[in-house]
């Protein structure tokens, strides 16, 4: 990972520390998550209306992209998933299109 105002890779480490999280206790666990800004509890109003959905079959396929365009996509992981989403999206938003072959 890069420090932001240096521009030069940060010496921290990357991911969970696992042993240290199952060193804590509970009661240790729960004061970091209240402490978290970016952990929202929920209610049982907020699963009421709650669906699984499971994932859809995956096709293996080679497709050809511009390199700048696959390096842009490689910045973050999960870049497939990002693929995926950002051509459903566009699916979806010319669905209504009588020729799918060539939409607007």
Known sequence: MK????GKKSKAKQGTNWD???????AAVHAAVEADPDAHPTDEEFWRDAKVVM???KEVVT???D????????QQPGYQTRINAIL???MK???HTK???TPA
């Open 3 to 6: 420090d932001a105002a240096t």
């Open 20 to 26: 240290s999280l199952r060193n804590m206790s509970d």
């Open 55 to 57: 994932p859809q079959h």
């Open 63 to 65: 497709i050809r992209l």
């Open 67 to 74: 390199a700048d365009l696959l390096a842009w996509l490689r």
């Open 88 to 90: 459903r999206t566009f």
């Open 93 to 95: 938003a010319h669905a």
């Open 99 to 101: 020729d799918q072959r």
